[in-house]
């Protein structure tokens, strides 16, 4: 079975730190995603990687930046962390094209104080 | 653009009642659909899929077609199980990455 990992299941951090979420998976799939979820909400792709270096924005990418310097690996970084940042994170990966089913892990809580 | 629209929960049902979460979406292009089921505390799991037009994708009892013709997708289930208590997504996709609704509460009482 794919396993998708998040480093933490709940991180508490105060506004203005630089956070890093980091997430690995173990099935050498090419595609990674981050997510947002929020109640009323539903999920909201920050961004996405297709290959090692390669990113692209999702739907509300602002406020966020990621990392993929190796493949099973994919790094969403909040440079300068706001409360509006307070949500669940959720990371996925796929193989093969984007618009393949996604494995997720089990999400970071994710409270900014 | 892309969208997918759910009914709005929260959906309380009896065990053994039959359940339907109503799914339409808008696409440019022929999606795949999908539905995904996150249970308390966890990621979402892939429930089941259909890539083309009468397509039924079933698993764990839970059934959907894929009806072009209505550009929906509903979920549909028999005879609910306690265990069935979960939140329900349903998703598109046309060569991109999925687009999610918002998500369909279900809370089966004993």
């Known amino acids: 079975d794919v396993k998708v990992t998040q480093s933490s299941r709940y991180l508490v951090k105060r506004t203005g730190e630089k956070v890093f979420l980091e997430c690995v998976q173990d099935?050498?799939?090419?595609?990674m995603f981050w997510y947002r979820q929020d109640p009323g909400l539903g999920l909201r792709l920050i961004y996405f990687?297709?290959?090692?270096?390669?990113?692209e924005k999702g739907d509300i990418p602002e406020g966020y930046s990621v990392s993929r310097e190796k493949k099973e690996r994919f790094s969403l970084i909040l440079e300068s962390a706001s409360t509006n940042q307070t949500s669940m994170y959720l990371c996925?990966?796929?193989?093969?094209?984007?618009?393949?089913?996604?494995?997720f892990g089990d999400g970071t809580r994710l409270s900014i104080l | 653009g892309n969208s997918v629209t759910q009914m709005e929960g929260p959906v309380t049902l009896s065990e053994e009642a039959f359940l339907t979460i109503n799914c339409t979406y808008t696409?440019?292009?022929?999606?795949?659909l999908f539905w995904y089921v996150q249970y308390p505390g966890e990621g979402l799991q892939l429930l089941l899929k259909?890539?083309?037009?009468?397509d039924k994708g079933s698993n764990k009892g839970f059934e959907a077609t894929y009806r072009k013709e209505t550009t929906s997708f509903h979920l549909e289930k028999g005879s609910v199980q306690v265990s069935d208590s979960a939140v329900y997504f349903c998703?598109?996709?046309?060569?991109?990455?999925?687009?999610f609704g918002k998500g369909t509460r279900l809370s089966v009482i004993a």
């Open positions: 996925a990966s796929s193989y093969g094209g984007v618009d393949q089913p996604q494995h």
């Open positions: 099935m050498d799939h090419e595609n």
């Open positions: 990687s297709y290959d090692v270096k390669m990113k």
């Open positions: 696409a440019t292009g022929y999606p795949s």
């Open positions: 259909a890539t083309k037009a009468d």
């Open positions: 998703a598109l996709s046309v060569n991109t990455p999925l687009v």
